[in-house]
């Protein structure tokens, strides 16, 4: 079976972002997540826990990622919130020890934009950019992104949020339709971020479709 590697900077990035399209691809790849950071500079939603944030958010992420059927989440512990240039070949080094052992013919990451404005998942997207031009076993890379219309209605996040892309400028529209209650139960796995998964079920609980870019090889 062919492989694909997903690479996302926190826990909750594959519930929140392309979940629907993790799924169905499982029943033609093999999927892996490396996740980048552990997501301990969140807000804890659960007021009576003793465990780290980061231990917590990680676990929530193995829950959903089995859910979505995954074979294996990675995850590299770097801080959240700290991504920057002095760490990219570092963490792009980490990267490629996985992906050279697993030769995945496809990757997917955030677009470039991060979808959010997040810096960390910029960074990540920039990195498996990185990964991905310099191995010869992958084929074909998809940017997650959102459409214009559905970033008009996600509001201020961060200091600077992208615009979302119009339709002519998205490669790949996924029709998530009968898998969109999945979606939605993993997205409520990550009970300690459950502020932003109430708001962005509110927001898109219903949407269907997911977008990407696509870049090729070949």
Same mark, same amino acid.
């Given at each position: 079976? =062919? ?15 392309? &979940? ?6 499982? %029943?033609? *790849? ?6 980048? #950071?552990?997501?301990?500079?969140? $807000?804890?939603?659960?007021?009576? &826990?003793?465990?780290?944030?980061? $231990? ?6 193995? !829950? ?7 074979? $294996? +989440? ?16 570092? /963490? !792009?080094?980490?990267?490629? %020890? /996985? ?9 997917? #990451? ?11 998942? /910029?960074?990540?997207?920039?990195? #498996? ?10 084929? =074909? ?10 970033? =008009? ?17 998205? *490669?790949? +529209?996924?029709?998530? &339709? %009968? ?5 939605? %139960? ?5 009970? &300690?971020? /459950? ?10 609980? #219903? ?12």
């Amino acid at each position: 079976m =062919k492989r694909l590697v997903c690479v996302f900077a926190h826990p909750d990035d594959e519930a929140f972002g392309p &979940s629907g399209t993790i799924h169905l691809l499982t %029943k033609t *790849h093999d999927v892996y997540i490396i996740c980048v #950071t552990n997501g301990d500079a969140g $807000k804890n939603s659960l007021k009576h &826990s003793t465990l780290p944030l980061g $231990k917590i958010r990680q676990a929530e992420m193995k !829950a959903s990622s089995k859910l979505l059927g995954t074979k $294996k +989440v990675f995850f590299l512990n770097y801080a959240d919130g700290s991504l920057n240039n002095l760490q990219y070949h570092d /963490i !792009a080094e980490k990267i490629q %020890k /996985i992906t050279d052992k697993l030769k995945p013919e496809l990757l997917l #990451t955030f677009e470039q934009g991060g979808v959010s404005g997040h810096l960390d998942h /910029i960074a990540v997207s920039m990195i #498996t950019s990185y990964i991905f031009h310099r191995t010869t076993f992958a084929k =074909k890379i998809m940017y997650y992104c959102i459409s214009r219309e559905h970033s =008009k209605r996600f509001g201020d996040y961060f200091i600077y949020r992208p615009d979302g892309y119009e339709p002519e400028n998205i *490669h790949e +529209v996924i029709d998530i &339709s %009968k898998v969109r209650e999945l979606k939605n %139960k993993a997205m409520k796995m990550h009970k &300690s971020q /459950i502020r932003d998964s109430d708001r962005l079920l509110k927001l898109f609980g #219903t949407e269907t479709k997911e977008f990407f870019l696509i870049k090729k090889k070949g």
